[in-house]
């Protein structure tokens, strides 16, 4: 798969990375933009068992039949200790222009398992042209929520996998920024707070959270970073977050919550019962520990359905980011060599003009050593340089790409846009 744009999804377990894809899917297959670009989820043809297009129809039932009612979302018996490829397809309606995107989810679990994967790992971070920093905003959020007693720094820093995330970063490398790289930081699972006026808050929390990574991703010649909210759902917000129980009843082994006044007990799918002490049997959940050699015990999040709309937000720009990214790169390639070619003429140019040839030929000059740029466009399949830009043009001026709005923020721009 090597003319391939690769992005690499990281993060913690469960945090809603599948969603996101999902959300990306549906947002792209029903909004305005599907009369200039369409995406088709290639993954269920692998025959691996994934499919966005399932995940939705889930989703959209789960808004039906979990009204005013509050539940557990996160799948504890979905585990896995395989990477998941999910592979998109790009394309421009009446044409024959195709464009693949193969997006790799390193599962959380695998940063709990010691230096097993710290290989592979390692080797997708050198391949991927973009990251995509998924965040599980209520642990981010309630860490420092003063009247939650179960949640704290530690625990939102153990879960969301920080320290993994920084030492898994000092394997990028931009080549002195002849190969840029593109990181997005993603809260998830953030509705409520940006339903609240709260999205400022959240994007705050990342930077304070996440600042030692930006300060050494910032440093990089070549690297642009963003922040990028998404509500994956639209319709199911957190509510709370639990101590987190199982019920032994009938044979069977439930997740679950007890009621402050311990009457009743609330179950993950969200059906309440009077507590009956000849009947429900509880325990802690054992797997609500966070590492197998931690003390640290988590929390579970409860969220409650608030409308019957699937109604995801903000999914559809990270196409629009990543597909911006990369001509800005293949662009800058172009750009380059073209100055190198006239570089006999420039030297007799005014002062300014040997000063732009240096920028170009001295910082960025490398990138000749490394990709030139119709390497670099083989990533577009079977678009040509002229029709991918012609297509973000046509984004572009019909306004489907936001910057700095909805709480997406650019922290630290690319290189590329310099020439």
Known sequence: MADILKILMMGGQRSGKSSMLAGLLETMLNGKVKELVTVEDMTARSGTGLDLSRNIRDLKLRLLMTQDKSFLIDDENNKTNAFSDYLLEFAVPGTSSRMQMLFSDVNGEFYDKGQIHDTEISKLIRECDVFLVAIDTPFLMEAVNPSNRLCNESINLSYNHVRDLEDFFTELDDKDGADAKLVIFVPLKCEKWIREGQTARVVKRVEEVYGRIIHNLSAYTNVEI???????????????????????????????????????????????????????????????????????????????????????????????????????????????????????????????????????????????????????????????????????????????????????????????YSL
């Open 226 to 416: 963003d922040i990028m909210p998404i509500q994956t759902v639209g319709n199911i917000v957190f509510d709370e977050q639990r101590r987190a129980l199982v019920c032994n009843s009938g044979g069977k082994q439930r997740r679950c919550c007890i009621s402050p006044d311990k009457q009743y007990v609330r179950f993950e799918d969200g059906t309440v019962e009077r507590i009956d002490p000849a009947k429900h049997k509880f325990d802690e959940d054992n797997r609500a520990k966070i590492r197998e050699n931690s003390t640290l015990i988590r929390p579970n999040s409860w969220f409650k359905t608030i409308g019957k709309e699937y109604a995801p937000q903000n999914c559809d720009q990270l196409a629009f980011y990543i597909l911006q990214f990369y001509l800005a790169k293949v662009l800058f390639a172009q750009k380059v060599e073209d100055l190198q070619k006239k570089r006999t003429m420039w030297k007799y140019l005014k002062i300014s003009a040997t000063v732009l040839l240096w920028f170009a030929g001295g910082l960025f000059g490398g990138i000749l050593g490394y990709y030139t740029s119709n390497f670099l466009a083989k990533k577009f399949g079977t678009f040509t340089v002229d029709q991918m830009k012609a297509l973000m043009d046509k984004i572009k001026a019909g306004g489907y790409i936001k910057s700095n709005c909805d709480g997406i923020k650019n922290i630290k721009p690319s290189k590329l």
